[in-house]
């Protein structure tokens, strides 16, 4: 997949300087600009192919709330702001995420990858499924990526996740929430079962009774979770 071309629009330098910094911190991301009020980057807009935009809300003249309903439906938002009431406003205009300033690089990356995520599925939709997605992951002072077909299964482990992968013994660590994990994975193909697990519904080996297993791991279904997963399996069963 391609760089995702982004804009930096907040009329704070300093945190104009730190977005900055992430953006180029974050392999899959490449900076067209960035611009201290609306007006700057609806100019910016016209003169480059610009597909997402980290936004903040609180901005004279036009707030960024009201400059995203007049963006194309392609450009895609991530709203930064101080002020955590706007956060249901945000998404009232299809934002992808929200940042609540101040904001960590570790916030950052998996607001970044949310919108990785959503360009890879519309990739993958204009191409036919060609292209197989990834994701990047933080692990140890290090971005890594992941190829969503390599993934078996993930796990919670307290306040960070395992993310078992099929080309190597050890699974991948980060510190990350399952449920962030979850909205950057393609719905068609990753379902949360247990509270605790997601699995790749492509790599399940069987099912008995309540359990799913991915190369002898044995993985409950819950009891929230099983109606969802009945209704997956029922439509993938052949007709006696």
């Known amino acids: 997949m391609k760089k995702i071309k982004c804009l930096i629009v907040d009329d704070e330098p300093l945190a104009l300087d730190l977005i900055e910094r992430y953006v180029q911190?974050?392999?899959?991301?490449?900076?067209?600009?960035?611009?201290?009020?609306?007006?700057?980057a609806m100019q910016a807009l016209e003169q480059s192919d610009i597909e997402l935009l980290f936004l903040d809300i609180q901005m004279p003249d036009l707030n960024g709330v009201a400059f995203s309903r007049t963006l194309r439906p392609a450009v895609k938002v991530i709203?930064?702001?101080?002020?955590?009431?706007?956060?249901?406003?945000?998404?009232?205009?299809?934002?992808?995420?929200?940042?609540?300033?101040?904001?960590?690089?570790?916030?950052?990356?998996?607001?970044?990858?949310?919108?990785?995520?959503?360009?890879q599925r519309e990739e993958v939709f204009k191409t036919g499924g060609k292209n197989e997605p990834d994701l990047f992951v933080k692990s140890e002072y290090q971005l890594i990526r992941i190829h969503l077909d390599d993934v078996l299964y993930a796990e919670s482990m307290k306040n960070h996740i395992k993310i078992h992968v099929?080309?190597?013994?050890?699974?991948?660590?980060?510190l990350m929430s399952l449920k962030n994990l979850e909205t950057a994975l393609p719905t068609e193909r990753f379902m949360r079962v247990h509270r605790s697990f997601i699995v790749n519904l492509n790599k399940i080996d069987s099912i008995e009774r309540n359990r799913i297993l991915i190369r002898n791991q044995a993985i409950i279904i819950a009891e929230p979770y099983?109606?969802?997963?009945q209704q997956y399996l029922t439509s993938k069963l052949l007709n006696s």
């Open 25 to 40: 911190q974050t392999p899959f991301l490449e900076l067209a600009g960035r611009c201290a009020n609306a007006f700057e």
């Open 226 to 229: 099983r109606e969802t997963f």
């Open 79 to 119: 709203f930064t702001t101080a002020f955590e009431q706007y956060a249901l406003e945000g998404f009232r205009v299809d934002a992808l995420d929200y940042l609540l300033k101040p904001f960590d690089y570790e916030e950052f990356i998996k607001a970044a990858n949310k919108a990785r995520a959503w360009f």
């Open 166 to 174: 099929s080309t190597q013994d050890k699974p991948v660590v980060t």
